[in-house]
């Protein structure tokens, strides 16, 4: 099959079983985009009454699809092509990486996180040498690095990004949140908490953001 005819299969509405009703295109059931949230025309069906319906045709599928109660739904599968993968790993180590900035600032992380428009220019990631060393290690040296990442979150669903370099995290970023903050240690332990001064941030637990 061409790209094309691809192109052509993936804009085909698909029925649900259960409910009868073409609603979701294709497209937005495979590996893209498995978030979803207020905003995207799918929300509004996938998190309503029928949510169970789309639960079990996802399953035809082999995709499980979940609900969280923070406002987003995703789907999972076990044979996630970007389980464990160089991207994800880079996702999980830009989050660690504005995590432990902020966390250091002394501000609220979900807040700042959170908070709209943020500028890839104003982000921390390239103005420490620790935070550089740790983003070379996963390929990621430059500003145009950083975007390209920002570029792969948007496409999972996590950010929106615009033409001018800014960007605004959504509610399916709590799963990369998540990870990190597990794996932050505990701020009493002797040996915690690690800074931009020289602690790595964690990498570890990076298939929970994907599976």
Same mark, same amino acid.
């Given at each position: ?50 949510? /169970? ?8 599928? /082999? ?31 830009? %989050?660690?990486?504005? $995590?432990?900035?902020?966390? +250091? ?11 709209? =428009?943020? #500028? $890839? ?7 420490? +040498? ?11 040296? %430059?500003? %145009? +690095?950083?975007?390209? $990442? ?20 959504? /509610? ?5 949140? =998540? ?9 009493? =332990? ?5 800074? #931009? ?5 964690? %990498?570890?637990? $990076?298939? /929970?953001? #994907?599976?």
């Amino acid at each position: 099959m061409d790209s094309k005819d691809r192109h052509r299969r993936d804009a085909i509405p698909v029925p649900c079983p259960s409910c009868g009703e073409a609603r979701l295109p294709l497209r937005n059931l495979g590996s893209v985009r498995r978030h979803w949230c207020f905003g995207d025309p799918e929300y509004a069906d996938l998190s309503g009454e029928r949510f /169970e319906d789309y639960k079990a045709f996802f399953a035809q599928l /082999e995709l499980t699809l979940h609900r969280d109660s923070r406002g987003f739904i995703f789907s999972t599968s076990d044979d996630d092509d970007y389980k464990g993968s160089d991207q994800i790993t880079r996702f999980v180590i830009f %989050t660690a990486i504005w $995590v432990d900035a902020v966390a +250091d600032a002394g501000d609220d992380i979900g807040q700042t996180l959170f908070a709209p =428009d943020h #500028s $890839v220019a104003d982000l921390p990631h390239l103005h420490a +040498d620790a935070y550089r060393r740790n983003l070379a290690e996963v390929g990621v040296n %430059t500003t %145009t +690095d950083l975007l390209t $990442v920002l570029r792969g979150m948007e496409r999972l669903g996590f950010l929106v990004l615009d033409t001018e370099g800014r960007f605004t995290v959504r /509610e399916p970023f709590h799963r990369l949140l =998540d990870v990190c903050l597990n794996a932050r240690p505990n701020p009493n =332990d002797e040996q915690g908490a690690g800074s #931009s001064e020289g602690a790595s941030p964690v %990498t570890r637990d $990076v298939g /929970e953001a #994907s599976s």
